[in-house]
């Protein structure tokens, strides 16, 4: 089985702009959850979606947004970038909502000058 | 407030040795916890889990410890090496509680 995908794997945007990032999980799978992980933050939780709807979010601003296809994929949007948004945003996928055993993608790299 | 660390950012053994890394969490709620794996330009790897129910669990040259009384998880991995250097991250989770992961700590496998 194919692992979760990440798209593009390294970004480099400008201050006030927006990006969208895609996770394509594995198959089968119909959660996908999102973090975000820097150097001084670790890793922290930002979203989860299953069955195309939003499940749970985490402490991160209304900037910060995401959607989920019917095929499960997922896309996070982030809009009017900040320096401190730099980051590795992490993609892990799991067969149910809330299930334990997540799995991880190799995460886009963004970084905002 | 509630979270989740790591007693060491770094740690460095000699290959064949016996690593041990630590982890607190304070969160009571909490019932499965997950140890990960992230080698550089990866994302994390899961390794070994364990619900609150249990205190040990054993995996390939791993093991976990719960100690619940002083909210303590470890990670012990057994003659370690040169491939298992990477950052190991603990996390929590549980009903209603979102995956929280400690810091991170840098083990590092000399030859």
């Known amino acids: 089985k194919a692992g979760v995908t990440q798209t593009p794997r390294y970004l480099i945007k400008t201050r006030g702009q927006q990006v969208t990032l895609s996770c394509s999980p594995i198959s089968g799978h119909r959660s996908v959850s999102w973090y975000q992980q820097t150097p001084g933050q670790g890793l922290q939780f930002l979203f989860e979606?299953?069955?195309?709807?939003?499940?749970n979010k985490g402490n991160f601003p209304g900037r910060f947004s995401g959607r989920q296809f019917s095929n499960s994929r997922s896309e996070m949007n982030v809009s009017t970038l900040e320096l401190g948004d730099s980051a590795l945003y992490l993609c892990?996928?799991?067969?149910?909502?809330?299930?334990?055993?997540?799995?991880f993608g190799p995460g886009t790299r963004l970084t905002v000058t | 407030g509630e979270s989740v660390g790591l007693h060491l950012p770094t740690l460095s053994v000699q290959e064949g040795d016996n690593s041990i890394i630590n982890c607190a969490y304070s969160n009571s709620a909490s019932d499965y916890f997950i140890w990960y794996k992230q080698e550089s330009g990866k994302g994390p790897q899961f390794i070994i889990d364990?619900?609150?129910?249990?205190d040990k669990r054993q995996g390939q040259r791993v093991t976990v410890l719960l100690n619940k009384t002083v909210k303590h998880l470890s990670l012990q991995i057994a003659a370690t090496q040169p491939g298992d250097s990477a950052v190991y991250f603990c996390a929590e989770n549980g009903r209603d509680i979102d995956m929280r992961f400690g810091a991170g700590t840098r083990l590092t496998v000399k030859p």
């Open positions: 364990i619900r609150s129910n249990m």
């Open positions: 892990a996928s799991s067969l149910w909502q809330g299930d334990y055993e997540q799995y």
């Open positions: 979606y299953f069955s195309e709807t939003q499940r």
